[in-house]
């Protein structure tokens, strides 16, 4: 630790400061610090006014190679521990206290000098847009934020870390007190001491505080915990370990302090070190979850703000403190859902997902839930918003979702969607896949177009498979349509449920067993199994050309859709491309027949 640099930066931010107190901070003895007051005024880096101190221009020379030159502030992910408050807002924009946390730490970055400060944005981007006016910050997008770790995002920032001194911080981290400072004299971590067992990432460190190894999980020990600080030569040694670790295989689930517990295992590691900077208690906020967040703040017992807990507040008539368990589940490709307890019952509730107001008949779902009801098929609805698509249901507890590639709960899921197509339910709409492929067709090319090259001659085909299906005879029935293996939920008492009924309606039953397979990613042989499976018998040519013509164009439907929904900002990876390959190779099976 260079003495000279911590003794002048605690004597710059006040130049009042004891002997005792710069002992206390430099954890020295008062003699030390006395010897290294009368050195450092020595080399003529303080002077004497008063009963005060006071550096010199040699003395802000001195410190200038330590000088804070940004922050980065990781604010990409989504925050699920924070549902369904981050369905609205990313967790760094939630407010404590009636301030935002990442505002916070932008006003107190400001206070300490620091006025060069980049966010690296993701989940919901957009929200972080006005942060450019308001404090003239610089914007950082990081396109991988909803499949890897944030290890990425610091590989987005690398040129504003890599060479210089530089904050990296989290948007969502609360500090009571101003830890930030104009100058910073080496590289550290955030640390508090937590009692008893912890799963949190334990830091060892030597006699110099120089953290030494780092471990998941551990008793009675310092935590890594709040902000870091690279000083420019860790910076400069540490990034480009960091961008190796960024392109090796399996990296997409570490976060970057992954990468610094490695490089501290090596016994040749060159990397500077970076010391544990411990904090007092109650001066440094990590929230886990919206529960915390409540017991800190109580403006979230009762009146949070968020749609999804009003709503369920008023369903079971309870204040929103009565809401309890929440948590994420795996987000749908339409919509977003989660879990809460309330009297130790559990439930979901479902939100739509942004642009379904024109993809999804809400009416139409809830005839089809009411059409089904005395099936008892379907999960448990406790609340149903026609006009929202809001929707409260039970939730199973020790269910799970049917597995696609067990042949055993295949075959129950096929025998569920028989029982339905042979029952004489019936809505009054259809589901018309021409139909629907008109109109998506529309929805994209209103909002960017459609980017396959081969888009013409594709769509052209399918024109060829819907003649087809006109010539072949069918009787219609209830279907699903939505008939994904994650859609059959198997109880706890080994009931089989199907739920999500947004696209139901009235249709040829095959397109459900058609929907089933390209949902699943089945091969042909596969595909082949599941129809048989469904029949119970080898099927007819007929059966095979609807089969496989349903196969194609429910996977253009699909493609068209996902093209959509990147249009107007949602992602769904290489969906699309598996889709249109369905739509490509089906239609050569029909063309075989």
């Known amino acids: 630790m260079n003495r000279y640099a911590y003794l002048l930066k605690e004597i710059f931010e006040c130049n009042t400061i004891t002997q005792r107190e710069l002992a206390n901070k430099l954890n020295l003895s008062l003699g030390s610090i ?8 020595a080399l003529n880096y303080l002077y004497k006014e008063g009963s005060s101190i006071s550096l010199t221009e040699a003395g802000l020379d001195y410190l200038a190679p330590f000088k804070v030159e940004r922050a980065v502030i990781m604010a990409a992910g989504f925050g699920s521990r924070f549902v369904p408050l981050t369905f609205e807002t990313p967790k760094g924009l939630l407010e404590v206290f009636g301030e935002r946390m990442i505002e916070r730490q932008i006003k107190q970055l400001h206070e300490a000098g620091v006025f060069d400060i980049v966010i690296v944005v993701g989940y919901l ?6 942060l450019i006016d308001k404090y003239n910050v610089k914007l950082v997008y990081n ?37 930030y400072h104009s100058y910073e004299p080496y590289s550290w971590y955030s640390s508090i001491y937590m009692e008893g067992n912890t799963n949190e990432w334990v830091l060892d460190f030597n006699k110099k505080r120089e953290i030494t190894s780092i471990n998941v999980g551990g008793r009675d020990a310092y935590v890594m915990y709040g902000p870091v600080y690279f000083s420019k030569d860790f910076s400069k040694e540490f990034m480009p370990i960091l961008e190796k670790a960024f392109v090796t295989p399996g990296s997409d689930d570490w976060y970057w302090e992954n990468v610094l517990m490695s490089e501290l295992q090596k016994k040749n590691s060159t990397l500077p070190a970076i010391h544990i900077n411990p904090q007092p208690e109650n001066q440094v906020y990590e929230f886990e979850n919206l529960e915390e967040l409540r017991a800190f703040d109580d403006k979230y017992m009762e009146n949070s703000g968020n749609v999804a807990l009003e709503l369920i507040a008023k369903v079971f008539n309870i204040p929103e403190s009565h809401i309890k368990g929440l948590r994420t589940l795996k987000a749908g490709m339409t919509n977003k859902s989660f879990l809460f307890e309330v009297d130790n019952k559990s439930y979901i509730c479902r939100i739509p997902g942004k642009g379904t107001d024109v993809l999804i008949n809400r009416s139409n779902e809830y005839d089809c839930y009411m059409a089904v009801k005395d099936l008892h098929i379907t999960e448990k609805i406790i609340y149903f918003n026609k006009e929202s698509g809001y929707k409260i249901s039970k939730f199973y507890e020790g269910s ?54 081969d888009v013409e001659s594709v769509h052209k085909n399918m024109t060829v498979l819907l003649d087809l299906l006109k010539e072949i005879k069918s009787e219609t029935c209830l279907c699903h349509i939505d008939s994904v293996a994650d859609n059959f939920i198997i109880t706890s008492d080994n009931k089989i449920k199907l739920i999500d009924w947004e696209y139901a309606g009235m249709a040829d039953p095959i397109i459900d067993v058609a929907m089933c397979a390209i949902y699943s990613y089945y091969n042909k042989s596969q595909a082949d199994e599941l129809l048989e499976t469904y029949l119970k018998r080898k099927p007819l040519t007929d059966e095979y050309k609807k089969f496989y013509s349903y196969m194609a164009l429910s996977g253009y439907l699909w493609a068209l859709w996902t093209v959509y929904k990147a249009n107007v900002g949602e992602e769904f990876g290489e969906y699309s491309l598996k889709m249109y390959r369905y739509a490509k190779d089906f239609f050569n099976e029909v063309m075989k027949l």
């Open 34 to 41: 006395n010897s290294l007051i009368k050195d450092a005024m």
């Open 125 to 130: 981007k957009e929200h972080f847009e006005y």
């Open 143 to 179: 396109p991988d934020y909803s499949t890897k770790n944030n290890i990425s995002t610091l590989h987005y920032a690398c040129k504003y870390i890599e060479n210089s001194n530089v904050y990296i911080l989290s948007s969502d981290n609360w500090m009571r007190d101003n830890m």
């Open 400 to 453: 799970k979702n049917a597995d696609a590639f067990n042949k055993e709960e295949m075959s129950r899921c096929m025998d569920l969607l028989r029982t339905l197509h042979e029952t004489d339910v019936s809505v009054s709409h259809s589901f018309d896949i021409a139909e629907r492929i008109e109109y998506y067709t529309g929805l994209c090319e209103k909002t960017g177009g459609i980017s396959f090259e």
